[in-house]
């Protein structure tokens, strides 16, 4: 059971350790009449740059578990951008709830975090940021197995939610405009907790409502972690 209730704080927990109108500059080059030197001619500066303006990322940490993590960023001008992040989990292990001593459990769960972010360099992708965000996580769990007594059942348990927000400080590199390596540090604020009952249903039709281990926190986390991802 502790091994139970553990997994499942570290679950929930790792959604946090673990984010608009369009800015692009479209002005066509002005040209230069007869008598203004080609040189003189002034074009916007994200036009002769031909920087990217979008990234979408992988971040790494979540996937050792079993949470897949994904992040599109968009540049809102040169120095802000804004984020969201696409929390995906599915993770199977052998353990016991309740009076089923003998169960394949099953987390699945999906998260959001919305983002806005500030580069105080050059420009919006690149560097330095700060970042600001929400997060939000909606998790469930499903088990299946026998009592000590050899009696086959099923529990599930839905509307695991946990809420928080906080702030990154990170740094972005772009390699050759395309490829992008992010990390970051920061501190998060979560607050969730869990059902204290669970019904367990036998195969012969009786149910019992037995104590469930609840898990329960509210407080600050730190978090961190490096990304891989693609610009354009």
Not at 75 to 100: H, I, P, Q, R
Request: a neutral charge; aromatic letters at 10%.
């Amino acid at each position: 059971m502790k091994k139970f209730t553990l997994t499942l704080a570290c679950a929930i927990m790792l959604n946090v350790a673990s984010r608009a109108a369009e800015p692009v500059l479209k002005a066509e080059p002005t040209l230069p009449s007869s008598s203004q030197h080609l040189s003189d001619v002034k074009m916007p500066k994200k036009a002769m740059r031909g920087d990217a303006e979008n990234c979408i990322k992988l971040k790494l940490v979540p996937l050792a578990f079993s949470m897949v993590s994904l992040q599109y960023e968009r540049a809102l001008n040169e120095k802000m951008s804004a984020a969201c992040d696409l929390n995906l989990l599915f993770y199977s292990m052998s353990t016991g709830v309740g009076s089923l001593t003998d169960a394949k459990v099953t987390y699945s769960g999906f998260g959001i975090s919305p983002e806005f972010r500030y580069y105080p360099g050059e420009e919006a992708l690149k560097g330095f940021f700060v970042g600001p965000y929400l997060t939000y996580f909606n998790m469930g769990i499903k088990a299946e197995g026998t009592d000590m007594y050899g009696k086959t059942g099923s529990a599930e348990i839905t509307g695991i939610t946990a809420m928080g927000g906080g702030a990154l400080l990170g740094w972005k590199w772009l390699i050759a405009d395309v490829f992008a390596i992010e990390t970051h540090v920061g501190v998060n604020y979560l607050s969730m907790t869990t059902p204290t009952t669970i019904d367990v249903k036998y195969s012969n039709g009786t149910t019992n409502k037995e104590d469930f281990p609840k898990v329960s926190f509210s407080g600050a986390l730190p978090t961190a972690g490096v990304s891989l991802g693609y610009a354009f």
